[in-house]
């Protein structure tokens, strides 16, 4: 059998596609933080949260209303924008011009705000939530079994970043947005309701992390710290992509996963911290990040 | 009438005679129970416990020869300084006669210390190493629920001699795990079974998908959850995800509670065999305890920690009352001597040894299939009964230095 790194090939790359599996977790999360810092310039602690609100929101649309995978999809993004948008309107607004660390502290009071409730509400060990029935079921590829459900979540992911990257790079509205945060002032003086964008882009931002919180309730027990396991590796991920850099945050999600993936074959107790070794190297070599613009 | 008064009297005198010859400082009986009410654990401990502590009083009938009992808890959050500090504390300055639960090895271990100096009473429940009767044993602490021996004799034990001869191991990497999977390589030997290999994953760790690939290319036929909690649930629904379990492998959970099948569904977890000091439904006394439990707790059902709490707190309150005083050494001679017996029908033929270990009967138990469960919690077969000395580590073997050889 033919061999890399002294790891059968096809090892190798059954390895690689799952690290791109949890890359999409990774981009899509990291991409929803890179946004609203970039945007709002507040580091958004409680995206966590807000992903493990979305895969509640799935499963409790599945148990009280009978909503199915596909409507929660669309359903919880909604309902933790909705959230989203009123704790923008009625906190985060107040913090704009305030240090970087108000913002943050705010946000993490929040996320161990709603963590608690939802631990208290539902106990720790997690709720199960099936794989839906069109995703059931896997293909053999020969070098690995592949779950549906699996290769689903890589190409729905794909298909969020790509459409978020040419929403805000191609578009009339991403161009406001982009000089909204250049100059505020100057795009509120021709015409332009920035506040209002504002607040649209941290719902928008926090509507991914509850659809990847939903993409992960089949794969992952639904639990109230399922957010604040992930949350630190999903920074890391953005600081080394660049704060604030989409196509930087969207890249590093997947090429981090893909190298966490390699670890775990090759030395799986670094597993957890490959990725914040490169966060160090990244950072002594070119502080911005691998994406960011100037330091 | 005066006959009665006279008696009465008697009656009365030779009551606060023996209260005054009991001897409890500071006039109160205060149990502490500290435990995990945030964390990984706190739903197969934590407030469970807490409440299983305070019916063991209640049934008792809250006083210890006239003496009022009172239950108080702390969250230690699964860390040992956190968990030592409390211990201090509690001993030093509240008054605390003994301390329960103490599920996470590292937290059982730190108050362990604390409570062997102060000469104080320690009601392991929750932690799994077998340290705690080996090296970290003490005159005054008691290894209540379980332990890792007593997990592998009954579930390697079982899976080897149902043919399960290959194993591969996916481990913590911590000191619970690292225990866990020895002990079960052991058994696994013994009985002539082959380890092909292990992984050590993070911990806590959410993916499992690419040890569970390495475990599915090394061809063993029993993959061995050497892991708690919240790693083995999405460690078992990912074999299911990766076709795994049928592709012809086999899982075997190596510390498996009530509440991670409950977490997992019984269309996950069917099938899967595992070890158990309690289970609610085994008969009408368990039962019975159980759903008293159950009506405190929002209809859940007690895990074997809470069962085992309740019947450590109960022996403990027997003991104080024979021994009527609360000095931590001779209450502990108290319990080595009195029978164990209680209402929740845990510790079945229970015995404690010198090293401290409580051996009870443990159960090797079968998760149902969806169509047998017959309604909410009913999710296990007990396959077999263990007598609670082939379960635990032999007292021969233990390194406890109070053990006479």
């Given at each position: 059998m033919m061999t890399l790194f002294g790891i059968p090939a096809a090892a190798l790359f059954g390895q690689l596609l799952l690290g791109l599996i949890n890359g999409a977790f990774y981009a899509v999360l990291s991409l929803g933080l890179a946004l609203i810092f970039g945007l709002l310039n507040i580091i958004n602690f409680s995206h966590g949260a807000q992903y493990m609100v979305g895969a509640f929101v799935a499963w409790l649309g599945l148990t009280y209303l009978g909503a199915n995978y596909w409507v929660a999809l669309i359903l919880a993004p909604l309902v933790v924008a909705a959230v989203g948008v009123v704790l923008e309107r009625t906190m985060l607004s107040r913090l704009y011009k305030l240090d970087h660390l108000y913002g943050l502290l705010l946000t993490f009071g929040l996320a161990l705000i709603i963590e608690g409730v939802f631990r208290n509400l539902y106990g720790i060990s997690g709720i199960p939530y099936a794989v839906p029935k069109e995703l059931a079921g896997g293909w053999n590829l020969g070098f690995m079994y592949l779950p549906i459900y699996r290769a689903w979540v890589v190409i729905a992911s794909l298909v969020l970043c790509v459409g978020t990257w040419l929403l805000i790079e191609k578009?009339?509205?991403?161009?406001?947005?982009?000089?909204?945060?250049?100059?505020?002032?100057?795009?509120?003086?021709?015409?332009?309701?920035?506040?209002?964008?504002?607040?649209?882009?941290?719902?928008?931002?926090?509507?991914?992390?509850?659809?990847?919180?939903?993409?992960?309730?089949?794969?992952?027990?639904?639990?109230?710290?399922?957010?604040?396991?992930?949350?630190?590796?999903?920074?890391?991920?953005?600081?080394?992509?660049?704060?604030?850099?989409?196509?930087?945050?969207?890249?590093?999600?997947?090429?981090?996963?893909?190298?966490?993936?390699?670890?775990?074959?090759?030395?799986?107790?670094?597993?957890?911290?490959?990725?914040?070794?490169?966060?160090v190297v990244v950072l002594l070599i070119k502080p911005a990040g691998l994406f960011g613009k100037g330091a | 009438m005066l006959k009665?008064?006279?008696?009465?009297?008697?009656?009365?005198?030779?009551?606060?005679?023996?209260?005054?010859?009991?001897?409890?400082?500071?006039?109160?009986?205060?149990?502490?129970?500290?435990?995990?009410?945030?964390?990984?654990?706190?739903d197969l401990a934590g407030k469970g416990a807490v409440v299983a502590a305070q019916m063991a009083v209640e049934d008792f009938g809250g006083k210890v020869n006239g003496v009022p009992v009172e239950i108080v808890s702390a969250d230690h959050q699964n860390k040992a300084d956190i968990a030592s500090s409390i211990a201090r504390k509690w001993y030093d300055a509240e008054q605390v006669d003994a301390i329960a639960?103490?599920?996470?090895?590292?937290?059982?271990?730190?108050?362990?210390?604390?409570?062997?100096?102060?000469?104080?009473?320690?009601?392991?429940?929750?932690?799994?190493?077998?340290?705690?009767t080996n090296a970290k044993c003490s005159a005054t602490g008691f290894h209540w629920t379980y332990d890792t021996a007593a997990l592998a004799n009954g579930t390697a034990n079982a899976v080897v001699k149902n043919g399960g001869k290959s194993w591969y191991f996916l481990t913590a990497d911590y000191a619970f795990g690292h225990d866990l999977q020895a002990q079960t390589e052991r058994v696994v030997k013994a009985n002539g079974g082959e380890i092909k290999g292990a992984v050590r994953h993070p911990f806590p760790n959410s993916d499992f998908s690419s040890f569970l690939l390495q475990a599915q290319a090394s061809g063993a036929q029993i993959i061995g959850l050497a892991n708690a909690g919240a790693d083995t649930i999405n460690a078992i629904k990912q074999a299911k995800e990766f076709g795994i379990t049928q592709g012809g492998q086999s899982l075997a959970g190596l510390l498996v509670f009530i509440t991670d099948v409950h977490s997992l569904g019984l269309d996950t977890a069917q099938g899967m065999m595992m070890t158990t000091g309690y289970y609610w439904n085994r008969d009408d006394e368990t039962r019975a305890w159980s759903k008293r439990w159950s009506a405190k707790m929002d209809g859940k059902m007690p895990s074997m920690v809470h069962a085992g709490t309740y019947s450590s707190v109960m022996h403990y309150l027997k003991a104080l009352a024979a021994a009527k005083t609360d000095d931590g050494m001779k209450v502990a001679d108290q319990m080595r001597a009195l029978p164990i017996k209680d209402a929740s029908g845990f510790a079945v033929n229970g015995k404690i040894r010198a090293d401290g270990r409580m051996v009870h009967d443990m159960y090797l138990a079968q998760v149902k299939k969806p169509a047998d469960s017959k309604g909410a919690w009913d999710y296990y077969n007990i396959v077999r009964t263990i007598p609670g000395d082939d379960a635990y580590q032999s007292l021969a073997d233990s390194k406890c230095d109070l053990v006479k050889k």
């Open positions: 578009t009339k509205l991403g161009a406001y947005l982009r000089a909204a945060t250049e100059n505020p002032a100057l795009v509120q003086a021709m015409g332009i309701n920035v506040p209002i964008m504002i607040t649209l882009t941290y719902g928008f931002g926090v509507a991914l992390a509850a659809f990847a919180g939903v993409l992960a309730a089949p794969i992952y027990s639904v639990n109230p710290l399922m957010g604040s396991n992930l949350i630190i590796v999903v920074f890391a991920v953005v600081v080394i992509g660049g704060m604030g850099s989409i196509m930087g945050s969207i890249v590093t999600g997947f090429m981090l996963g893909l190298l966490e993936g390699l670890t775990k074959v090759i030395y799986p107790e670094a597993a957890s911290t490959v990725i914040f070794m490169v966060m | 009665k008064a006279l008696i009465g009297a008697v009656a009365l005198t030779a009551l606060t005679a023996a209260q005054a010859s009991a001897q409890y400082s500071d006039n109160k009986i205060k149990i502490g129970v500290l435990t995990d009410l945030s964390g990984t654990y706190s639960e103490l599920v996470t090895t590292a937290a059982a271990i730190a108050v362990r210390e604390v409570s062997k100096e102060k000469g104080k009473i320690d009601l392991v429940s929750g932690a799994a190493s077998t340290a705690l």
